[in-house]
Nanobody, 124 residues
Framework: QAQLVESGGGLVQAGGSLTLSCAASERTFSSLGMAWFRQAPGKERVFVAAIRWSSGSTYYADSVKGRFTISRDSAKNTVYLQMKSLRPEDTAVYYC?????????????????WGQGTQVTVSS
């Protein structure tokens, strides 16, 4: 069973930076794409960024474009989310997800593997 484990969350001041990591325990699920979603308290889970595993093509939500960067390290089976110029509204639990059949999707239903989430809190 594939597992995704996020790390790197924490508390940071507005304007600061943080990098999240998502390590896949095995690659047998042969995911086509991986992504980051986030969920703020009392709100729905929303798309943040996605990456096509084979080519490294990236996709971003408008709210994070220019501030966040998604990347992957194929040798380590790890996806990263580098976050800069953080804002209080970026506060959320961030989830890593993988899809066995698509890439670049912003829909959570297109992802069949999920991590447990990591908390990111941005103070003003």
């Amino acid at each position: 069973q594939a597992q995704l484990v996020e790390s790197g969350g924490g508390l940071v001041q507005a304007g600061g930076s943080l990098t999240l990591s998502c390590a896949a325990s095995e690659r047998t699920f042969s995911s086509l794409g991986m992504a980051w979603f986030r969920q703020a308290p009392g709100k729905e889970r929303v798309f943040v960024a996605a990456i096509r595993w084979s080519s490294g093509s990236t996709y971003y939500a408008d709210s994070v474009k220019g501030r966040f960067t998604i990347s992957r390290d194929s040798a380590k089976n790890t996806v990263y989310l580098q976050m800069k110029s953080l804002r209080p509204e970026d506060t959320a639990v961030y989830y890593c997800a993988a899809s066995s059949w698509t890439y670049g999707s912003s829909r959570s239903v297109d992802y069949n593997y999920w991590g447990q989430g990591t908390q990111v809190t941005v103070s003003s």
